[in-house]
């Protein structure tokens, strides 16, 4: 199992530009989080899902919108980046289908973005 | 939401000492996660706990919960162990159903 994959690895953007974040698990997980870390802040939440076609927002959604369409894949869009989302980004899955550990958290290796 | 605080914020050890972490939160839980963050950033899953204590190596991890507290400790520490340690517990208590909460962190340094 390759576990939870992030791309890309590091992003240099513009202010205004778009992008989208893209997260991965094939462990079957039921749940996907995005986070984000800031210096002095801890990580923080943006947004969850509990399954395909579920989603809802964290701590800190502004600026940014996801979707599941399917049990993989749980990709994040900055729809006009600011420097304020200057941050490292963690994707997080959990809670196998099929029952089992719901709770052990397995993270991405983060997506460092740098808005100029 | 909960609230959680970790202690200390930064730690510094010889190579051998026995190192203690603290976690406090502020709404009852399912269950309470310990993080490990290299120097490189990724992220690892220590422990899951939800009540008493579990050891895997050199790591202890105990919880009480009644308290509302945690502690993580590293026996005959190693400059391995060098790395961010960080708490996590569900969001708004309970169970996290993917939402958690995290303590900002401990940055721990063990010299040789």
């Known amino acids: 199992n390759a576990g939870v994959t992030q791309t890309p690895k590091f992003q240099v953007l513009k202010t205004g530009q778009s992008m989208t974040l893209q997260c991965a698990q094939d462990?079957?997980?039921?749940?996907m989080s995005w986070y984000r870390q800031d210096p002095g802040m801890g990580l923080r939440l943006i947004h969850y899902s509990v399954g395909a076609g579920i989603t809802d927002q964290g701590e800190v959604p502004n600026g940014y919108n996801v979707s599941r369409s399917t049990t993989e894949d749980f990709p994040l869009r900055l729809l006009s980046a600011a420097p304020s989302q200057t941050s490292v980004y963690f994707c997080a899955s959990s809670a196998p289908l099929g029952g089992g550990d719901t709770d052990t958290q397995y993270f991405g290796p983060g997506t460092r973005l740098t808005v100029l | 939401k909960n609230e959680v605080e970790q202690s200390p914020q930064n730690l510094t050890a010889q190579e051998g000492e026995f190192i203690t972490i603290n976690c406090s939160y502020s709404v009852g839980i399912s269950a309470l996660h310990w993080l490990q963050q290299h120097p490189g950033g990724g992220i690892v899953s220590l422990f899951m706990?939800?009540?008493g204590k579990k050891k895997h190596g050199r790591l202890i991890a105990t919880i009480n919960i009644q308290e509302k507290h945690s502690s993580l400790h590293i026996t005959a520490s190693h400059p391995r162990d060098s790395a961010v340690y960080i708490c996590a517990v569900p969001n708004a208590g309970g169970t996290s159903y993917g939402k958690l909460t995290f303590g900002q962190g401990t940055i721990l340094t063990v010299h040789p």
């Open positions: 706990l939800s009540s």
């Open positions: 462990m079957n997980h039921e749940y």
